[in-house]
């Protein structure tokens, strides 16, 4: 196992009663192209989730919808039985249509199936941690959906609950009502979202409140797209520069950049590449000085870096 050591803030991060290493593993490329059906080489996805373990990460984002099944099913083939320490995260709240498009899945029957689902393909009694991913277009009340999980948790189908693409006012509620781990919302260093980005609404395209709400409280932030779908050095180009200085990529440095922002970071890059999981992981190693924290922020909205904690 590579050594843990972060250059930025703490090593390693509580959810819970859960410790992990400030760097995960988002599964959401080991599908075949749009996230859909299998990978051309599903020996090579088993290989790279492996590598995951071999590197020292112990933290993995997934979801039924991903494949749909083909992402959880590649995980268990993989790598069960699991490592005692690995913690396997899920999304519920989506799903997928014939048509490859996304969907919410907010009420609490598809919420439970989709649990089920999880719980199957990963060959699980209990998920560590389940998000609620909170679609507002579903037209289901947060409260609704989010009293399902409860339920689950209660079940022992869920160990904790934390929610994904949320505004600061809907952490602040449902922690009114249960225990949060965890929040994911899309936070990168261009800004970029994906093909879920238009599930997010108004309060969730400005995450500095939600991010800066959970550091207080001590919520781990899980940065979804984390380097912006991939074109991050596009849309920042100072990383560029920056990574140059360091003899690194500007995808290294984008994720230095999101450790840097808070030790309430746990960024989870996907990638169905071992050399681009071997480059996510070192990232933890670079140090970002202020100067380069000015260059990359540039004079974004809000200045991230002049906020930022080491």
């Not at 990460?57 to 690995?86: C, K, M, Q």
């Not at 989010?146 to 809907?170: C, F």
Request: with cysteine; hydrophobic share 40%; charged share 25%.
């Amino acid at each position: 196992m590579d050594d843990v050591s972060f250059a930025h803030g703490p090593a390693t991060i509580r959810l819970g009663d859960i410790e992990v290493p400030r760097i995960g593993y988002g599964a959401m490329r080991l599908p075949g192209k749009d996230v859909w059906g299998e990978p051309d080489d599903p020996a090579a996805a088993r290989r790279l989730l492996r590598r995951v373990i071999e590197l020292g990460i112990r933290f993995i984002d997934t979801a039924w919808y991903y494949g749909p099944l083909v992402s959880n099913r590649l995980i268990a083939e993989a790598l069960h039985p699991y490592p005692n320490d690995l913690v396997i995260a899920t999304k519920l709240g989506g799903k997928r249509l014939p048509d490859k498009s996304w969907a919410p899945a907010a009420r609490p029957d598809e919420l439970r199936q989709g649990c089920e689902h999880d719980l199957k393909t990963l060959r699980l009694e209990r998920i560590d941690v389940v998000h609620l991913r909170h679609i507002a277009s579903s037209g289901v009340p947060f409260g609704e959906s989010l009293d399902a999980l409860v339920a689950m948790r209660q079940e022992g189908k869920i160990r904790h609950i934390a929610l994904s693409t949320v505004s600061r006012p809907e952490v602040e509620l449902a922690l009114a009502r249960t225990p949060i781990v965890a929040v994911q919302n899309m936070f990168n260093v261009g800004g970029g979202g994906g093909p879920l980005a238009r599930f997010t609404h108004s309060e969730v395209d400005r995450p500095e409140s939600v991010l800066d709400f959970c550091t207080d409280r001590g919520i781990a932030y899980l940065p979804f797209f984390p380097l912006a779908v991939g074109n991050v050095a596009q849309v920042r180009p100072a990383l560029a520069e920056v990574a140059r200085k360091h003899g690194a990529t500007p995808a290294q440095v984008a994720l230095a950049w999101l450790l840097a922002r808070s030790p309430a970071m746990l960024p989870i890059p996907g990638t169905s590449s071992v050399a681009h999981l071997d480059e996510n992981w070192a990232a933890r190693r670079i140090r970002l000085d202020s100067d380069d924290l000015r260059a990359i922020d540039g004079g974004a909205p809000g200045d991230p870096g002049a906020r930022t904690q080491s």
